[in-house]
């Protein structure tokens, strides 16, 4: 292991004990202090030896790849991490990144779906899997999705324990470890219901019941994000729609859009995401006037009297 692989690993340990940083983020940061050493390396510059404009010639670096403006603007985000810690660390006296101009994230609007898109999804849930079981635990899935407007990693790390007894609140822990409560519908009461009275009848489970409320038998022991992401697409394929379009984050955007469309109050819908900052949540008001712009310049009758 060369130096910059140990410093590396420090960063990444320090992320995980003191800021208790998320696995999937410290993936991330993984990834992109790898791809920047690299490049140092490449170049053979020693990673004490880093100033602000080598970290700006490593980002056009990035740019001349083809990577785009989000990709680019969370490695300098790294980078930043990175060199805050090994200052605190004392391993350098300044932090070269802090300085650096970043690229800036595309505005863009997040992909949706609309009521009638999700109606059809829960009932392709409800038929597509050809087992009984996995009609219920594709239900229970996608009904709870849908109805808390979870991260896909909250979801299949969710213990059987939060499910039990019919509750009507959910405790869900999310990034950094934060917990939030969110509130359960009645189809997605009852689908989780019908999938725990399921899970208690299983002869694997009779004597210990699982941990997660979607167990499997891989290391993890449950559902996988990558699985999770393909029954979603069969449930899709099932309802008639365009598996590109439905991801398990395209149905917490759906879960946002539709509250706010139907008068939920912004901090609220703040709260049920667990968005630390409502700058994050805001993005959604933004979707929402593209729709009443875009109902205008169909249905109103001035607007086509041009045409």
Known sequence: MNDASRAISAFLEAQAAERNAA????????????????????????????????????????????????????????????????????????????????????KRLPKTLTESDVEALLAGARSAARSKADRLRDTCLMEL???????????????????????????????GGKERMVPLSTPARAAVGAWLGHIANLPEYENEEPRFLFPSRGASGHLTRHRVYGIIKTIALAAGLDPARVTPHVLRHAFATHLLANGADLRAIQTLLGHADIATTEIYTHVLEARLKDLVLTHHPLAQAEE
């Not at 109805?147 to 869900?172: F, I, N, Q």
Request: charged letters at 30%; a positive charge.
């Open 23 to 106: 696995q999937n983020t410290r993936l991330g940061y993984g990834r992109d202090l790898v791809d920047f050493t690299d490049w140092l390396s490449g170049k053979s510059i020693e990673l004490e030896d880093v100033d602000r404009e080598k970290i700006e010639a490593y980002l056009v670096h990035c740019e001349a790849q083809g990577f785009s403006r989000a990709t680019r603007a969370r490695r300098l985000s790294s980078i930043r991490q990175f060199f805050r810690f090994a200052y605190e660390e004392r391993w350098r006296q300044d932090n070269p990144a802090l300085q650096v101009q970043g690229p800036g994230r595309s």
């Open 145 to 175: 999705l849908y109805a808390t407007g979870m991260r896909v990693s909250e979801l299949v790390e969710l213990p059987l324990s939060a499910a039990k007894g019919d509750p009507r609140m959910l405790m869900v822990r999310g990034k």
